[in-house]
């Protein structure tokens, strides 16, 4: 079971911006790599995914300022998020899954990091 360890949240200010960081424990180039978030009294949403060579999805709540990469010489993956309101305050988890036309599917999950956005 891969392990999975968010880095890079915290308080931000609205308007501000913050990267995010999940690194694995092992090899993560033949999965889909994702971002979920869970805000208080909320149900977990989707954020963003990025597949095996590179394709992206978005929630369209974010598109646009949100862009998720991955590195996978060093099994890391990124959420940078820019322009952050207080609607994307939550708990962001990374996850490790797979794609089947469009639907990804995590297997393995994150501990989460806190995300707020507060002036």
């Known amino acids: 079971q891969v392990q999975l360890v968010e880095s890079g949240g915290g308080l931000v200010q609205p308007g501000g911006s913050l990267r995010l960081s999940c690194e694995a424990s092992?090899?993560?180039?033949?999965?889909?790599m994702g971002w979920y978030r869970q805000a208080p009294e909320n149900e977990r949403e989707l954020v963003a995914y990025?597949?095996?060579?590179?394709?992206?999805n978005y929630a369209g709540s974010v598109k646009g300022r949100f862009t998720i990469a991955r590195d996978n010489a060093k099994n890391t993956v990124y959420l940078q998020m820019n322009s952050l309101n207080r609607e994307d305050t939550a708990v962001y988890y990374c996850?490790?899954?797979?794609?089947?036309?469009?639907?990804?599917?995590?297997?393995?999950w994150g501990q989460g990091t806190q995300v707020t956005v507060s002036s």
């Open positions: 092992g090899s993560i180039s033949t999965k889909t």
């Open positions: 990025i597949t095996s060579v590179g394709r992206t």
């Open positions: 996850t490790l899954g797979t794609t089947f036309l469009d639907t990804y599917s995590p297997t393995s």
